[in-house]
């Protein structure tokens, strides 16, 4: 079974508005933390936000918040104000068990979606 | 800011050589990992490295891999007699801890391209 997916292959999302890209994720641990990457054409993977399975509030981060509903086991991100610099290839990851410090040091990744920005 | 920097950014090499893909991790950070992302699918793990050893490995990272901490700088992916689904985007990663609190800083990757 998957462990992250990412339903949305691709997005497109005018300027100025906000957009939702979906990521739920499948783990029986309790301790986890979920991660959003953007990669631009360029390659590079760039950090964007985290949430940990023990974080009480969403987690934002300028215009990227998390939408963290762990009954249904998703961690939607939200871009608000879309910029054509947004444009990108989007990922979830996952990180198991790394708060009892036994747990997995690798990041399972989804299949990523493709947010296209229009002006 | 600091960064994860790899190098080279582009590396062409013919099936059956040896190829060593270099990383200079964030200077603070204690955990290094390898990824790959082949053309079109998604990012996958390899290997995770601390205290100069293998924390833990992926079935991807067989005898053909090998990873080195060779200076106090430097962190190096070596592959062995390349073959053709060998070609990839390879990413270096490193964080200051192991915890989930700790997110993955990633370099800009390297293309492998085997010919």
């Known amino acids: 079974a998957q462990k992250i997916t990412q339903t949305q292959p691709g997005m497109f999302v005018q300027e100025k508005e906000a957009v939702t890209l979906d990521c739920t994720y499948d783990t029986s641990d309790p301790s986890y933390g979920l991660f959003w990457y953007k990669q631009p054409s360029s390659g590079e993977m760039i950090f964007l936000i985290y949430?940990?399975?023990?974080?009480?509030q969403n987690a934002t981060e300028g215009r990227y918040s998390l939408n963290f509903q762990k009954a249904r086991k998703s961690a939607n991100l939200v871009i608000s104000a879309s910029q054509l610099g947004d444009s990108a290839m989007y990922f979830c990851a996952m990180r198991e068990g790394a708060y009892s410090g036994a747990g997995s040091y690798q990041l399972t990744f989804g299949k990523g979606t493709k947010l296209s920005v229009i002006p | 800011e600091p960064e994860v920097t790899q190098t080279p950014s582009h590396q062409v090499t013919q099936m059956g050589q040896e190829v060593i893909l270099r990383c200079v991790p964030i200077?603070?950070?204690?955990?290094f990992y390898w990824y790959r992302q082949i053309l079109g699918q998604k990012v996958e793990f390899l290997v995770s490295?601390?205290?100069?050893?293998?924390?833990?490995k992926s079935e991807i990272f067989d005898d053909q891999f090998s990873v080195e901490r060779p200076d106090g700088s430097n962190f190096t992916l070596k592959i062995r007699s390349t073959k053709l689904e060998d070609s990839a985007m390879y990413f270096c990663?490193?964080?200051?801890?192991?915890?989930?609190?700790?997110?993955?800083?990633f370099g800009q990757g390297t293309r492998l391209t085997v010919v």
């Open positions: 490295f601390y205290n100069n050893e293998i924390s833990e």
């Open positions: 949430q940990g399975s023990y974080d009480q």
């Open positions: 200077s603070n950070h204690l955990y």
């Open positions: 990663a490193s964080s200051e801890s192991e915890g989930a609190v700790t997110e993955a800083f």
